[in-house]
C-alpha cells in the first residue's frame, strides 16, 4: 500500500473496538498515520498492547458486552485526550456453530447479537454524549454487505446483526445530523483477514463459491477497508450522515459477474 502522509486526523481522539487485529489494526495503522490519538480497545490484553505501542496510542481492556466496561472506555479516552471526536465501533465475531436457522441453536444466536450489535448500542449510546458535549464527532458503525443481501449459504445471526447495526446507525445519523454528528453504517464485502481465512481454510470450495460473485475478483485487503474508515471520520466525508457505505468490490452491484 501507498504511505499515507497526512494531518486530516491531526489531534483527534479516536476510539476503535477490535482494533488489535483485521480491520480494527488496518485502521488503527491508518488513523495514526494521519495524526490521529489512537485507543485501541479489544478483549485481549497481549495483541492490544501491541497494537497499541505499534502507533504511538493506548490500550484499554474491554468486554464490548459488557454495558459498564464500555462506558469506562469513553470515559477514559476523554481523560486521555480531552474529547472522544471519533468512535469506530468494529468488534464482531463469525462463529462457526452460526449457520443456517434450522441449524444455529439459541445460545449462539444471541452471543452472535450481543457482540455485533449490542456492542455497538453500547458505544453508540456512550460515545454520544461527548460528541454532543463538543458539537461534533464521527461515529462510523461496522456492518456488511450480508446487511443489504442474501446468502443461501446463510450466517443467520451474523447477517440478522448487521442488517441491525444498518439500521441503527441511519436512525443515529438521522437524529444527531444537525447536532454535528455523523454516523454512518461501513459495509464491507469479503476481507482478507484472520476471521476470513481461518473460515475459508476449512472450506476451500466455499471460498471459491464466494470469490466467483466479486465483480473485481479478489476479496479486499484490511488496508483498502481501513482508507474508507478514516475517510469516513475525516472532513472530507462532512456531507455524509445516515449512509449504508459499500465497499464491496462491486457485490452489491452486480448480477453476471466478469469470467
Known amino acids: 500500500m501507498t504511505e499515507i502522509v497526512s494531518n486530516r ?72 485526550h480531552g474529547s472522544v471526536d471519533i468512535a469506530f465501533n468494529n468488534a464482531g465475531i463469525s462463529p462457526a456453530d452460526d449457520a443456517s436457522i434450522l441449524e444455529t441453536g439459541i445460545d449462539a444466536w444471541r452471543r452472535v447479537q450481543e457482540v455485533n450489535l449490542t456492542s455497538v448500542y453500547y458505544c453508540c449510546k456512550y460515545a454520544l454524549p461527548y460528541m454532543q458535549e463538543q ?13 443489504v443481501m442474501g446468502a443461501a449459504t446463510s450466517q443467520i445471526s451474523y447477517s440478522a446483526s448487521k442488517g441491525g447495526v444498518l439500521a441503527m446507525s441511519r436512525e443515529l445519523g438521522v437524529e444527531f445530523a444537525r ?7 461501513l459495509c464491507p464485502g469479503p476481507v482478507n483477514t484472520p476471521l476470513l481465512k481461518e473460515l475459508f481454510a476449512k472450506d476451500p470450495e466455499k471460498a471459491a463459491r ?27 466525508s462532512s456531507f455524509i450522515t445516515a449512509s449504508t457505505f459499500l465497499v464491496d468490490g462491486g457485490i ?8
Open 210 to 236: 464466494r470469490l466467483i460473485h466479486v465483480p473485481l475478483g479478489r476479496f479486499a485487503e484490511p488496508e483498502e477497508i481501513a482508507a474508507s474508515v478514516a475517510f469516513l471520520a475525516s472532513d472530507d
Open 9 to 80: 486526523l491531526k489531534d483527534r481522539a479516536a476510539v476503535i473496538t477490535g482494533g488489535a487485529s483485521g480491520i480494527g489494526l488496518a485502521t488503527a495503522r491508518r488513523f495514526a498515520s494521519e495524526g490521529a490519538k489512537v485507543v485501541i480497545a479489544d478483549v485481549d490484553p497481549a495483541s492490544g498492547e501491541r497494537a497499541a505501542e505499534e502507533v504511538g496510542g493506548s490500550f484499554v481492556q474491554v468486554d464490548v458486552t459488557n454495558e459498564e466496561q464500555v462506558k469506562a472506555l469513553f470515559t477514559r479516552t476523554k481523560e486521555l
Open 252 to 259: 452489491s452491484g452486480a448480477y453476471v459477474t466478469p469470467l
Open 135 to 147: 458539537g461534533k464527532g464521527s461515529i462510523i458503525n461496522t456492518a456488511s454487505f450480508v446487511a
Open 179 to 185: 447536532q454535528g454528528i455523523r454516523v454512518n453504517a
